[in-house]
């Protein structure tokens, strides 16, 4: 996986891809997270901003990633926790 291209999420199942952010959003209504491609002013090098979100639209949880694998990592783990949580609530 391409350390610093989003559009390779695009061949996954339940991702989306668009500009500079890509959606991973496996159930429809339900969670989702979103990872944008960034330059931090305050950094040399780009990060990707990862966002966990409510199927109301309010982002719950966000972190900062350095490679397009870790921010997928991070974003189906925390849409899976989401969805399990749910089903044994």
Do not use: C, I
């Not at 991973?24 to 491609?37: D, E, L, N, T």
């Amino acid at each position: 996986m391409a350390d610093d291209d989003l559009s390779v999420l695009a061949d996954r199942p339940g991702w989306t891809v668009e500009d500079e952010r890509a959606t991973y959003k496996p159930a429809p209504g339900g969670w989702f997270a979103r990872v944008s491609h960034v330059k931090l002013p305050s950094r040399a090098s780009e990060r990707f901003h990862d966002a966990l979100v409510s199927p109301a639209g309010a982002a719950q949880h966000t972190q900062f990633a350095v490679t397009v694998g870790e921010a997928r990592r991070v974003a189906e783990g925390w849409v899976r926790g989401k969805q399990l949580r749910s089903e044994n609530a």
